[in-house]
Structures are given as C-alpha cells and as structure tokens.
C-alpha cells in the first residue's frame, strides 16, 4: 500500500510536451508520487527525462511495447504519445493491471473509445482521461456556482471556443493537424474538452446533437493575385495578409498583442515593444517582455535563432501560404446538443478569433453566469430577482495549463493512493461519442440520436463517484 515513505508509482509512455508536463508533479511532490518507468522513443528526451527523474537502467525503454512486455513496474501508467498511438498501448496496459492515465482523445474512432472502456470495465482498472479543463479552478468555480444552486436549475448553455486566427493557421492549416486524414477531425481535436465541460456542466448524457459548419477562408481560390507557394518568395501581399509567416515565426507579433491586452509589467512592456519596436532592442530588461521563443516557434524548428527559423520556413511546413496549404478542416463549426435531462446547448468553434479563449454562458431559473477564459479570466453571476451581479473569485493561473495539470495529477495520485477516481471513463466516453457525432452529423448533414451510452454519472463536484 502506498505510503508517504513509499508513493504510488507511475510509468510514463511518450516522453514529449505533455509526459513532461504531468511528471514534473512527482519532482514537486516527490512524497506524493514516483515515476518509476518511462519508455520514448527519441534518445535525447528518454535519457533527459530518466536522469530527471533518477529511473533506474532497467525500466527505461525506447518503445512503449517493451514497457509492457515485463510484469508491471508502476501503480498506473500514462500514455502521452500522439493522438494516433493512445489506443494500444492504453488497452496493453489496462490488461497488465496498470490504472491509466490517458492523453486526449482516448482515441481516433468511436469503436476504439469503446474497446478502451469495455477493456477498462473487464479489467477493473479505471481510466482518467486528462481532460485537464475540469481540474481548473475557472471552470471548478462554475460547477460550483451551479451546485450552490446560484442560477436555480440550469436550462441551457451557450460555450466558444475561440481559436484565434495565427493558432488556426499554424495547428489546423499549416501544422499536424492540417488534414484530416492524417490526423483527427478538428472538433475532436480541439473540443472533446469542451464536450467534456458540457456533460459535466449538464450533469446527462447526450440524446440528440446537430452540426453545421465548414471551410471557410484557407482555400486555393482565396488566395491574393500573385500569391507564391510560400510567405518568404516575396509576396505581394505580405503586408496586408494577417498570416503572413515571418510576423508571427520571427517577430511573434499575435503573442506581443495578446500579451498587450494583459495587466502589468508584461502588458506595459508588449505594448511598448509592439508601438516602438526598433528602440523596444535599446531599453535594458524590456527584452524579458519580448514573445519568448517556446511554442508555437518550437514547434517549426529546433534552431530558434532568426536564421534556423528563416530555413524552417523556407522548407517546411509553416512557411506555405494558408490558402495553398491545401488544408481540409473545418474553420467555423456549430454544434447543439440535447441532453437526457432536458438542457440544451451550444457549442460554437471557429478559428478567426482576433484573440485565444473560450467563452460560456450558463443560464437556469434563478440567475445567469458568464465566463470569459481569456486574458486574466473573467466570471460573474446575476440574479434574476435583485439584478445583482457578483464576480466569482478566478485565483491562480487559472488560464494556463500548469494550474490544471498540477491539480489533474494531485487526483491522479490521490486515485492511486486508494482513493476514488476524479472522472469516470464512461463520461469521457460520452465526450468523444459527442464530437465523432459532430463530425457524422456536419458531413453528412443530419441530426444524431445517441443510445445505448452510459448513464453513469460522476459526483457534480468531479471528485468522485456515485
Ligand atoms: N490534455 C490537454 O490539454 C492536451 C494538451 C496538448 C496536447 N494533448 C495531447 O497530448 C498528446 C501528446 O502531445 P505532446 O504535445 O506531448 O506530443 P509530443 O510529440 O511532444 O510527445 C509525444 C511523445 O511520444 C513519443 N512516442 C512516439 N512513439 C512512441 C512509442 N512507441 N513508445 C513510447 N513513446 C512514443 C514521441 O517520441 C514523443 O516524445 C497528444 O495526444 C495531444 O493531442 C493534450
């Protein structure tokens, strides 16, 4: 039995972005969780990540298939490799006796979402699904609101998710995401944690959805007259084209005018750099306020200097004119939902948002709340009866990712300590059911009835079960 002097151990598979992310948990809170294994593929990461973590030799492994072929070596195990390869190493490790911890989406199809949770139901082994927007404080605050019964009964919800225009281009036009086929439908990509929000928030399971939407904008025949296959060909509308490469790759203009909007030293030190950008390089420590060179500029290259960036773009991916891309995401979708107790919403996804953040508004029988998950975070209630509109208190940083993370993992460890499981995997499932039948019903233009999902529910509070 795990113990303060002995925590639970974790086995990390896929050592990237997001397996970093959620290990640092177990540097932080050493007494609360050890990772005992890692297998990765890429020599620089494994070795970086096994010497972080002290693992030893013997459970450090270049394929997750390796991990898996030895008795287990951990209480739970994470999988945190791409999107395509969640399905098999999630449904090796549930029939090793591991309890999972698994990456968004579950997985590619609604038939292989269910193979995890039929896996999970005849193993026993429970899987959390890192749908990390429910462990954040913002959105915590609104299941919250609604427990307290501050807006009477909820009737209907109306939630964006605002992707803004250069994350558009950069993720679904131009990057991995960028076709369909070769990836996975944006609004599974983008909105299972959306989906997700609404079937906690709603407290049902879905019975009927409709979906609308489409390609708007990053077409071959919206391209500007003379428009060469790439921004740095000399492009004779560089200077009006909002996705022009080198503004966003070199000077991180969109990330300086986000930053802008902000409060502080970060948002006076933006808005000095954006209005005086040659003497911003003169005046000592403004440089700190400068758009740092991390995502989305890593992912185009691992050669941040100006240089390394100007060959990226001259050769790769992320230098091709958004309209000649050839992308096949939607770039503006809307979706409604029924839910099996009566309330209803909307999901509105479109990626020609001049600034990143989601939107909600929650309306029931005494009162409404509104929420914006942008900037520095804003969520208020009204009453109905008096008109009063009170803040709720947004602490923290609840709009980056480290709050959730740090808070999915604190469950995660608390689940493999003994206790009960922050989120059922039949409500995730529900999730994913909602976004494949977003897509079924936008391409083939018809309404959906969900049956036969489950009608388990997890407690309100998503801190347990019922
Ligand atoms: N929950 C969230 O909010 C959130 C946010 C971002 C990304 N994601 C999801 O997290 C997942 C990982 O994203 P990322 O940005 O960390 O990707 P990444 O590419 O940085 O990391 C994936 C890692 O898996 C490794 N890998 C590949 N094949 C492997 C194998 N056979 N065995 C073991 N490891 C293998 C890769 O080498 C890579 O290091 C994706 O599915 C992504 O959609 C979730």
Known sequence: MPSVSNPPSLAVVGAGDRGNAYAR?????????RIAAV???????RERFAA????????VFADWRELLDGPPLADGLLVATQDSGHLEPALAALGRGYRLLLEKPMALDEASCRAIVDESERTGNEVVVCHVLRHSSFWRAIRRALDEGLIGELVSIEHAENVSYWHMAHSYVRGNWGRTGDSSPMILAKCSHDFDLLRWYSGAPPVTLASVGGLHEFRPEKAPPGAPGRCTDG???AASCPYEATRLYLRGEPLLRDAAQGGGAAGFGARFILRHPRFAALVPGLEAYAP???????TITADLSDAGILEALGTGPYGRCVYRARSDQVDHQQTVV?????????LTMQGHSHREGRTVRLDGTRGTIRGIFA??????VIDHRTGRKARLPVTGDPLGHGEADRALMDAFARFLSGGAPPTLVSESLDSHLMAFAAHRSRTERQMVRFDGIS?????????GLD
């Open 292 to 298: 740092s060179r991390g995502w989305p500029v890593s």
């Open 338 to 346: 029924e839910f099996a107790n009566g309330v209803t919403a909307s």
């Open 455 to 463: 009608r388990k529910t997890s407690k309100t509070d998503g801190s």
């Open 25 to 33: 948990f177990a540097l932080e809170h050493p007494e609360r969780l």
């Open 235 to 237: 492009c004779p509308a």
């Open 52 to 59: 972080l973590h002290r693992i030893p030799a013997a459970a």
């Open 375 to 380: 900037g520095r975070g804003e969520l208020e």
């Open 39 to 45: 297998a990765e593929p890429d020599p620089v990461r």
